[in-house]
């Protein structure tokens, strides 16, 4: 990335801070030009993003830290958001979301993000824990809801 964010958070690995983040990203993604549903399908992805760091790289834990990081992309329009911790290490090529055919609760925050976003990228971090790069573009399909 060949500038720094138009804008950076630093949280701490806390279920309670996912809705202010998620309200965060809705107006910054609105403000870009992406409309109401679509911003709530990006902050959707990065809730689960989020939610996962918590749940399994942090294993619960509410007293480690998450970097988010956000980028307003012009050629072409749209959004960069990078997610960063210093987290168990997971290989990427592990990290895939269950067969949609398993009925049952959860399990689903990977494939979430992966339809939701236009491009999805997981990396192990060589200071330790994992990135997760997701990008946005306007004017890319429309998001279907899974009704």
Same mark, same amino acid.
């Given at each position: 990335?060949?500038?720094?964010?138009?804008?950076?958070?630093?949280? %701490?690995?806390?279920?309670?801070?996912?809705?202010?983040?998620? *309200?965060?990203?809705?107006?910054?993604?609105?403000? !870009?030009?992406?409309?109401?549903?679509?911003?709530?399908? $990006?902050?959707?992805?990065?809730?689960?993003?989020? @939610?996962?760091?918590? /749940?399994?790289?942090?294993?619960? /834990?509410?007293? *480690?830290?998450?970097?988010?990081?956000?980028?307003? %992309?012009?050629?072409?329009?749209?959004? /960069? $958001?990078?997610?960063?911790?210093?987290?168990?290490?997971?290989?990427?090529?592990? $990290?895939?979301? /269950?067969?949609?055919?398993? !009925?049952?609760?959860?399990?689903?925050?990977?494939?979430? $993000?992966?339809?939701?976003?236009?491009?999805?990228?997981?990396? =192990?971090?060589?200071?330790?824990?994992?990135?997760?790069?997701?990008? =946005?573009?306007?004017?890319? @399909?429309?998001?279907?809801?899974? @009704?």
């Amino acid at each position: 990335m060949s500038h720094s964010p138009d804008l950076s958070i630093q949280m %701490l690995s806390r279920t309670s801070l996912l809705a202010p983040v998620r *309200c965060m990203l809705v107006s910054f993604a609105e403000r !870009i030009g992406f409309d109401e549903t679509a911003s709530g399908h $990006i902050a959707l992805a990065v809730d689960e993003a989020l @939610a996962n760091v918590i /749940r399994h790289g942090y294993s619960g /834990r509410d007293d *480690c830290r998450v970097w988010l990081h956000f980028w307003e %992309l012009h050629e072409p329009a749209g959004l /960069r $958001i990078v997610v960063e911790d210093y987290a168990r290490q997971v290989d990427p090529e592990l $990290i895939r979301g /269950r067969d949609l055919s398993d !009925i049952r609760p959860g399990g689903l925050g990977v494939h979430l $993000i992966r339809s939701t976003m236009d491009s999805v990228r997981f990396e =192990k971090r060589r200071e330790g824990g994992m990135r997760l790069t997701l990008e =946005k573009l306007l004017g890319a @399909a429309p998001v279907q809801s899974a @009704a």
